[in-house]
Every structure is written in structure tokens, then in C-alpha cells.
């Protein structure tokens, strides 16, 4: 019930298209949905991040959308970049957790 | 502003040998966590601590102990290391717990 599954494990899309990464959680406990971007040889940086009051979130290129009864969230990236090639993690948490649960990851390449 | 440093950036460990790997943050933040990531599967908390003094159990705490004398320092002890200990280390700081991670740049280890 702690799980989130996140797909796909990897993704190649070319520039100038839509990214668009998945993932699924079971504990209807959660109220925070954060992704994260990670390149290689770094650690993980906060991208976006939703709760379930709102449907979607939207910054810049990045888009989270929500869909509660389904227990499903989603990251579209818009006009994918060379510069957006990395790994993508989604999470999820609940206040009283502390702590967050990481999907598996999706290494995203945008090819030039 | 350093943010979260982690030491060493490489290490090779012989089967049975012990290590520390280091973890300080200069952010005043009270929740510290570290995580191991392995390909493909994800990020698994090992352990995290809420403040100084206060530390507990993630999903995969066996082979490793920690401890938390100071709000800056966080350091992660492998006892006895295992070829299954083989992974990148991460170790994180957060000022509102599960909200905003700030991930230092990671320890590669390898047990041969």
C-alpha cells in the first residue's frame, strides 16, 4: 500500500514533442505528489509538485495532471528539450508520514 | 551556501569491512534522510531522523545504523559491508519533512 509505480523505465522522444511519464499509488492517504529531475552524477532536484485539491498543475513546459478516483498522476513535458534528458522520479507522502515513497524511475531521452 | 555535502564521492569496500559515509547540511534543516538508489529501482529510504537525537527505520535499514549528535550531521554507518550494500547513497535534508528534499550529490559504493 506504500508502493508507487511509476512508468515507463525509460522513454525516448524527439524534440519539440510531449513527454509523458506515469504513476499510481495505493494509500488513499496521500496529499502530496512531488516529481523529481535527476542528471547524471547528481542528486535529485524538486521539479513540480501537486496535491489532490486541484486537478492539474502547471509550470512553464512542466505540467502535473491528477486524477484522484483513479489514484493516477502524470508529468507532460511540452516541447521536450535535449536539455530535459535525465531521470524522472515521481512520490507521494501524507503529512503524517514524513517522508516520501519514490516510484522506480523514468530515464527520459530527447533526441535532437 | 553549501547545501548538502556528502564525503566521499567514490568508495570501494572489501566484503566484511565497515565505513561511514558522511552527510552535513548548512540549511538549519531538521529532517535528514538517506537513501540508497539502485537501477531501476528507485529510491528506498534506509533511515531518517526528525531532529537531533531522534532517528528511525525506512524500508531498508538492515546493514546499516545511524545517528544524530547535531542538526547539521547525519552520518551513515555500514557494518560488516555486503555485495548487496552496492549502490549509489544519497543523502537528503528538508526543512517541512516530506516537502521540498534538498539531495546532496551522492556516494557511489562498491562492495567487492
Known amino acids: 500500500q506504500q508502493q508507487v509505480k511509476q512508468s515507463p523505465q525509460s522513454l525516448i522522444v524527439q524534440k519539440g514533442g510531449i513527454s509523458i511519464i506515469n504513476c499510481a499509488y495505493e494509500?488513499?492517504?496521500?496529499?502530496?505528489f512531488p516529481w523529481y529531475q535527476q542528471f547524471p552524477g547528481k542528486g535529485p532536484a524538486l521539479l513540480i509538485a501537486?496535491?489532490?485539491?486541484?486537478s492539474e498543475k502547471k509550470e512553464g513546459r512542466f505540467t502535473i495532471s491528477f486524477n484522484k478516483s483513479a489514484k493516477q498522476f502524470s508529468l507532460h513535458i511540452m516541447d521536450s528539450q535535449p536539455g530535459d534528458s535525465a531521470t524522472y522520479f515521481c512520490?507521494?507522502?501524507?503529512?503524517?508520514?514524513?517522508?516520501?515513497?519514490f516510484g522506480q524511475g523514468t530515464r527520459l531521452t530527447i533526441n535532437p | 551556501n553549501a547545501g548538502v555535502t556528502q564525503t566521499p564521492k567514490f568508495r570501494i569496500l572489501k566484503i566484511g569491512q565497515s565505513m561511514t559515509l558522511q552527510c552535513t547540511q548548512d540549511?538549519?534543516?531538521?529532517?535528514m534522510y538517506w537513501y540508497r538508489q539502485d537501477p531501476g529501482m528507485g529510491l528506498k529510504l534506509i533511515y531518517y531522523?526528525?531532529?537531533?537525537?531522534?532517528?528511525d527505520k525506512g524500508e531498508v535499514p538492515n546493514g546499516y545504523n545511524v545517528s544524530r549528535s547535531t542538526t547539521e550531521d547525519f552520518p551513515l554507518r555500514l557494518e560488516l559491508a555486503a555485495p548487496s550494500q552496492t549502490s549509489v547513497y544519497f543523502c537528503?535534508?528538508?526543512?517541512?519533512?516530506?516537502?521540498?528534499?534538498?539531495f546532496g550529490s551522492g556516494t557511489q559504493l562498491s562492495v567487492l
Open positions: 537528503a535534508s528538508s526543512f517541512q519533512g516530506y516537502e521540498k528534499l534538498f
Open positions: 494509500n488513499t492517504a496521500f496529499d502530496y
Open positions: 501537486i496535491r489532490p485539491d486541484v
Open positions: 512520490a507521494a507522502s501524507n503529512k503524517g508520514a514524513q517522508k516520501l515513497v
Open positions: 540549511m538549519n534543516h531538521n529532517y
Open positions: 531522523s526528525v531532529g537531533a537525537g531522534i532517528t
